[in-house]
């Protein structure tokens, strides 16, 4: 598993360099990849994550990739690093949050 020693370090090897200000990095073809520093986001087992979305045009686009089944690039920072958990599936929403499943 990839580890970063911090969020800019990640957006610069993953090559989208603006992206650093941005939590989740999204388009009109769906989320690319989210990040989360879990703060208000629940994570069961590393297999299961119910992502905060903070407004509606990210949850607009998690539902493009539930609809079109395209999987989500996960970081996850834990202690003082950021790794690489791969792809999850959007599987639903509850409330503010969309779950992911690995």
């Known amino acids: 598993m990839k580890s970063f020693k911090n969020f800019k370090s990640l957006c610069n090897y993953t090559k989208n360099p603006l992206s650093y200000k941005k939590k989740t990095l999204y388009s009109d073809n769906g989320v690319l990849r989210c990040y989360s520093n879990n703060k208000m986001d629940i994570i069961l087992d590393n297999k299961i994550i119910f992502y905060y979305i ?3 045009k990210i949850r607009n686009s998690f539902k493009i990739n539930k609809q079109t089944k ?3 690039r996960v970081y996850l920072k834990r202690e003082k690093y950021i790794y690489d958990y791969g792809f999850y599936r959007v599987i639903g929403f509850y409330k503010c949050y969309v779950k992911l499943e690995k």
């Open 70 to 72: 395209k999987k989500v």
């Open 54 to 56: 903070d407004n509606f």
